[in-house]
């Protein structure tokens, strides 16, 4: 036994001399949890990378649970198939074409917000509910310049969302994209706000407005016009695109302010078109050099380089050279950010500038106008043919018309499939430039002209980049 003894004494006290070193010289990895639903991260790892850290356990700004805002929003975002049915194939039928993206539900009885480019030159929208309904939707009006239309379905108490206010969003902060990609229905990422303001060139012409929200929520073909929420499930932007060279998410999304959107479908929904307002300027963002030369403190703001005749600005006294720092009180940065918020108001609201001038900041007043020099809003003309014919007209926007190269003329919105115009094979995006001969200019002139004629009609136009005159012949009774 006494010949053991020295050999057991010797192995207790290497370990024990083991466990002191191992506790002096090596801390094992510690996990920290916070809350009933976090996610357990390493604290170690933490201290390791976050050096001037004094605590590793890390406790985000905002919740990382997102059951809340996702259960919110599910119920209110849509499925939409927009169908064109174009001429007659060789078989002998129209050939079939159309397209898919999400939309949102708005109100309780039936409004849904989608992107342009989703129901462009459709015929026939169909949505398809959170529980598997589908409904024939109605195009109640669109702009191109925002990307932004609004459908209306005859349906009542339906789950909708609220709009959040867009302008209070930061970068950083957490958002959810909802939507249909691939067709796959009720789908939910997360991703945060990585920039505001963005001008991606997406949309084309000169009166376009893009000043996106930048996300990293994944956003895939299918995703157009579905929502962007925030944390608490209030809309605050309309997904619209992507910048991609494969065609799928490589981690840019962005999507329309709903500030800018609640006012396009106020207008959308109670005249039929938008009510643009316009400062009368051509404008360039800022830079470094130029910004030194006039004596401003920093590159931030907008350079006047051009003052329209007879515009609002003109009218204010602003003049070249000037650069519009705030607006209605908020500082302006960019080009992007300056027509965001113009494009929030109608011809005849007055809103303040703020600009710089040699040296000095000044304010002024000044009354919107349209891009005809107007401070009155006016209504769309021609739904009232939707009825009757089961079609809609408008008044070609200028952009419009200095593409197609028509002076004037009626474009055909919307055609109800079934109708008597459905029959003749007219496609939305007509340009009605004479009715039984004689020459419209203008939706107005093209609904009375329709509405006067006895019973026979002949429908003379044009459409986008076909150089061919189109006749259309039907009668309004048969």
Not at 257 to 262: A, D, F, R
Request: with cysteine.
């Amino acid at each position: 036994m006494r010949k053991y003894l020295p050999l057991a004494i010797v192995c207790v006290a290497s370990s024990m001399l083991s466990v002191l070193l191992y506790a002096q010289f090596f801390q094992p990895s510690r996990i920290v949890w916070n809350g009933e639903d976090g996610e357990a991260k390493y604290a170690g790892l933490v201290d390791k990378l976050l050096s001037a850290r004094t605590n590793g356990q890390f406790i985000s700004s905002a919740p990382t649970n997102f059951t809340e805002s996702a259960t919110i929003a599910t119920p209110a975002v849509v499925n939409i198939r927009a169908l064109l049915e174009t001429g007659n194939s060789i078989w002998g039928g129209g050939a079939l074409t159309g397209s898919s993206g999400s939309g949102v539900i708005m109100s309780p009885d039936g409004y849904i917000v989608t992107n342009h480019h989703v129901v462009e030159r459709s015929n026939d929208i169909k949505v398809t509910l959170s529980d598997k309904r589908t409904y024939k939707a109605k195009l109640v009006g669109s702009d191109p310049s925002t990307d932004i239309a609004l459908l209306k379905i005859q349906e009542t108490r339906l789950p909708f969302l609220v709009f959040g206010n867009s302008d209070s969003i930061h970068v950083g902060e957490w958002v959810l994209a909802v939507g249909n990609p691939f067709n796959l229905e009720s789908t939910v990422t997360a991703g945060i706000v990585s920039a505001k303001g963005r001008n991606i060139n997406i949309l084309g012409g000169g009166a376009s407005i893009e000043s996106f929200i930048q996300t990293d929520a994944a956003v895939n073909p299918g995703n157009s016009g579905g929502a962007l929420v925030n944390t608490a499930g209030e809309l605050v932007g309309i997904n619209t695109a992507i910048i991609t060279e494969s065609g799928s998410y490589e981690g840019y999304s962005f999507a329309v302010p709903s500030n800018l959107v609640q006012k396009i479908l106020r207008d959308l929904k109670e005249f039929g078109k938008v009510q643009r307002a316009y400062l009368g300027v051509g404008i360039q963002d800022l830079d470094s050099e130029t910004s030194m030369d006039i004596g401003l403190p920093n590159a931030e703001g907008v350079l006047v380089n051009r003052i329209a005749k007879a515009g609002a600005a003109s009218d204010a006294g602003l003049e070249e050279g000037d650069v519009i720092i705030g607006f209605n009180g908020t500082p302006v940065r960019s080009t992007s950010e300056l027509q965001e918020h113009v494009g929030r108001y109608r011809p005849g609201d007055q809103v303040a500038l703020e600009y710089w001038r040699k040296g000095r900041k000044n304010r002024i007043s000044l009354t919107l106008k349209d891009g005809n020099n107007n401070v009155v809003v006016s209504k769309i003309q021609g739904n009232e043919l939707e009825e009757e014919l089961g079609m809609a007209v408008r008044d070609l926007t200028a952009e419009e018309r200095r593409t197609i190269r028509i002076k004037g003329g009626a474009i055909v919105t919307s055609i109800r499939r079934g109708s008597i115009v459905f029959d003749t094979n007219m496609q939305p995006g007509f340009v009605i430039t004479s009715v039984n001969g004689d020459r419209v200019s203008s939706a107005g002139e093209a609904v009375e002209a329709i509405k006067n004629a006895y019973n026979s009609l002949t429908l003379d136009g044009y459409y986008e980049g076909e150089p061919d005159l189109y006749s259309y012949r039907f009668r309004k009774n048969e």
